[in-house]
């Protein structure tokens, strides 16, 4: 937590200098060491009166008022909304409080981290890439702006390129005006800005979700390399070509973290252009975190396979915009959005777009609002009750609703989208609601010849219970390439994120709000940032491990995770769990890997010496009897057990010395067995092996995967867990 130490009056006959080093001084013979000092201090009052503002912990700030020099220790309050409101539920911050014990504090806020985005470019314009208060570019960069005159590079934005190549090669010339890093879409500001955006106040939509926005490491600095450009009618965004291309530029060019919120189906690795340069920018340390998709809830959606990178899902947090329809029978529903309201009050008519096809359309196109489906005769004035999905974009329905004519929209889910739901900024008066309500909704429509409705106006509700729960949407494993291998790897906020965007069209939004994988893969990569900041000698495999171990399997309530229909989540959807920034910063004991292991890896996928060692550019030869069940991963899955399987890992200690007791939560119908059941660590950076043992026990029908826990404990600070995930041949 923060706290003002007033310290009274200013004494006349000392420079300001030498008070600011008295209150280091001071602060020091509280806290110890000058490090200590150095993260705590936020400001010193040393002008008009005498004191200062640090990050103390309750112990430390008693202790302070306990002084006889000090006059009082006041709790810094903080007393506004989050707009990127996922930093406070993930625990970075509280009411806009940042603690001494936050990943935030400890880590500087990710000073100096450069996170580069492969994206849709920048809109540099935004507040979330000025540089005020920046010092000079870490002197490691090799990078730049590419048309600086169209979007110059600052001491925040330290590079921006863009990679259009493949792009024509595959679907024709471009506009000469689009040759620029500019984003003119939104989606590459909004992923760029919440990994690594700066503090910025006073963020709303349409009113909403008032309060600062910010990224991740919102002291990184940060570069856009544009890989993305506006669809084609042959379906193409993204063209793997300049995607490697702009991995190989990041490289070089210094970055410590890559962030890539796109992907394609899953190939073999060797196949997989993505899979290739990732690998390469681990080699030189690089973490890549990757989006799992948006294919979900289908099981085997999920995509971005390579073990080398951290493959993220999307979750809920506990905020939510809510807006209610208020049908004529007394019947409230609950749902979400972030558009104006109504011109005026009272009910207004109801009409399901099924009742409102136009001659020539199909019923089909109709119930889902699709564009030419609609009678705008039928529609005029009226809400009109769409179906979600059909390869139509939420906001796209509220287009041709309102060009129809409607005064406003209700966006009801489809069974397999359950309860989750978006809050969009739509373009005219609308709500989302879930499966369930939508089937009340429709009820009530055809219960009566004139159904009447109003939507309310959205409001900001917090500490919504349960959360987080996964997001429809989200992509499922297995893994369809290897499913020995967990994917995806952990989930985090994807649903209703503000962040910044374009200001290219109109509605001119310079923050919008939006969902997806796309949202979340950004929240890890700020985390992964302040990670590498505070640990600069972890390898992108340690810091994988660091934040699979620790994360969260249990949501606000105590209990355990829930999907979009609230049955009970597995690891096919939220990988290892919620992610926990502050836990993840001391995990304990990690999983770590080489880029030998990667290589061991590549041999069990039948890849001979030969083409291994052009990938690694150094010779290598596989080993004999090497299996996949050994790659040292932080989660363990077996694939169609047959008789009695052992599967070997390796410990790195990167706490203090300590003894560590397993225990095992067993996938139902499975024996599981650890030897040793105890590792001891003398010293940082010692290395133990164990091995787990399993079989079907025969005491159930194993028809489909079952799902059960491994934890190493200290019994005090440290638990580092693993899924356990097993299917039976």
Not at 74 to 102: A, P
Not at 369 to 395: F, H, Q, S, T
Not at 542 to 569: Q, R, V, Y
């Amino acid at each position: 937590m923060s706290y003002i130490v007033y310290l009274g009056g200013i004494n006349q006959e000392l420079e300001a200098s030498q008070i600011k080093d008295s209150h280091f001084e001071f602060l020091g013979s509280i806290l110890g060491r000058k490090e200590r000092v150095d993260e705590a201090l936020i400001y010193s009052y040393n002008k008009q009166f005498n004191g200062f503002a640090a990050l103390l912990d309750e112990e430390d700030a008693a202790k302070l008022a306990e002084h006889p020099d000090v006059v009082t220790v006041i709790h810094n309050k903080g007393r506004k909304l989050h707009t990127t409101h996922s930093w406070d539920f993930l625990k970075l911050e509280k009411n806009e409080v940042i603690g001494s014990s936050s990943l935030w504090t400890k880590a500087k806020f990710g000073e100096n981290i450069i996170i580069a985005n492969l994206d849709t470019g920048v809109w540099h314009e935004s507040k979330s890439f000025n540089d005020y208060g920046y010092g000079p570019i870490p002197s490691k960069w090799k990078g730049g702006c590419e048309n600086e005159t169209l979007v110059p590079c600052n001491n925040k934005l330290i590079g921006a390129k863009y990679y259009n190549k493949g792009f024509q090669a595959r679907y024709g010339k471009l506009n000469s005006s689009m040759n620029t890093p500019h984003d003119h879409e939104g989606h590459g500001s909004h992923t760029l800005s919440t990994a690594g955006g700066n503090f910025v106040p006073g963020v709303s939509i349409n009113g909403l979700g008032t309060g600062t926005a910010k990224g991740g490491s919102p002291r990184a600095r940060v570069a856009a390399y544009k890989v993305c450009w506006p669809p084609t009618l042959l379906g193409g965004q993204c063209d793997d070509a300049d995607i490697v291309k702009a991995f190989e530029s990041a490289i070089h060019d210094g970055v410590d973290v890559i962030s890539i919120s796109l992907g394609g189906p899953p190939a073999e690795y060797m196949n997989d252009g993505l899979a290739i340069a990732s690998f390469h920018a681990v080699k030189k340390g690089i973490t890549v975190v990757f989006s799992a998709g948006n294919d979900g809830p289908t099981p085997g959606s999920v995509t971005n396979l390579a073990p080398w990178a951290i493959t993220v899902g999307a979750s809920t947090t506990d905020r939510e915009f809510q807006s209610f329809l208020d049908l004529a029978n007394e019947l409230n529903l609950k749902g979400l959005s972030m558009s104006k309201p109504l011109p005026h009050s009272g009910f207004y008519p109801l009409i399901n777009a099924a009742n409102a096809k136009a001659e020539n359309g199909s019923m089909i196109n109709a119930t889902l609002c699709a564009e030419g489906a609609l009678d705008p005769k039928k529609v005029e004035g009226k809400i009109l009750v769409c179906l979600r999905g059909g390869n139509m974009g939420r906001v796209e329905k509220g287009v041709v609703a309102a060009s129809a004519g409607a005064a406003g929209m209700i966006l009801c889910n489809a069974e397999a989208d359950g309860n989750e739901l978006i809050a969009d900024p739509h373009v005219l008066p609308a709500t989302h609601i879930t499966y369930a309500d939508g089937l009340r909704l429709f009820t009530y429509l055809n219960s009566t010849n004139e159904p009447l409705g109003y939507i309310t106006q959205p409001e900001t509700a917090l500490n919504i219970k349960p959360a987080p729960f996964m997001a429809g949407f989200s992509s499922r494993g297995p893994n369809t390439i290897t499913p020995e291998i967990l994917k995806p790897d952990i989930t985090a906020p994807g649903v209703n994120i503000i962040a910044a965007y374009s200001e290219n069209e109109e509605p001119v939004l310079p923050y919008n709000i939006l969902s997806g994988t796309s949202m979340s893969c950004p929240h890890v990569a700020g985390v992964v940032g302040l990670l590498k900041s505070i640990h600069p000698d972890w390898s992108p495999a340690a810091i994988k491990s660091a934040i699979m171990t620790t994360a969260n399997i249990k949501d606000n309530n105590g209990n355990p995770m829930l999907d979009e229909n609230k049955n009970e989540a597995n690891p096919f959807s939220r990988g290892a769990g919620d992610i926990d920034p502050n836990r993840a910063m001391n995990p304990g004991l990690v999983y770590d890997s080489t880029v030998n292991d990667y290589l061991d890896f590549l041999c069990t996928r039948g890849y001979n010496n030969t083409i291994i060692q052009k990938f690694s550019d150094h010779p290598y030869q596989c080993l004999e009897n090497n299996s996949i069940l050994d790659f040292n991963y932080p989660s363990i899955t077996v694939h169609k057990l047959n008789g009695t399987v052992t599967v070997t890992r390796r410990l790195t200690n990167v706490g203090p010395p300590g003894i560590y007791t397993v225990g095992v939560k067993s996938p139902a119908g499975i024996s599981v067995d650890v030897k040793p059941n105890i590792l001891a660590f003398g010293k940082k950076g010692e290395v133990q092996k164990f091995e787990l043992t399993m079989k079907a026990d025969g005491t159930s029908v194993i028809r489909d995967y079952v799902f059960g826990e491994l934890i190493w404990s200290n019994g005090k600070h440290y638990h580092v867990k693993s899924p356990i995930v097993v299917s039976v041949a």
